[in-house]
């Protein structure tokens, strides 16, 4: 089994760092909705 993940910065959302999701100040996250959550673009 071959679990070479290969980084693509590129790929990822911009809007959210490619996390799928913003971290909200007063606590809790929401589901970045430029995504839908996938962290990629
Ligand atoms: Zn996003």
Known sequence: MT???K?????K???CAGQGYFQLRLG????CSRCSG???K
Do not use: F, I, R
């Open 13 to 15: 959302c911009p809007y």
């Open 28 to 31: 809790g996250s929401e589901t």
């Open 3 to 5: 679990v070479l993940k």
């Open 38 to 40: 996938s962290g990629k």
């Open 7 to 11: 980084a693509m910065p590129t790929n």
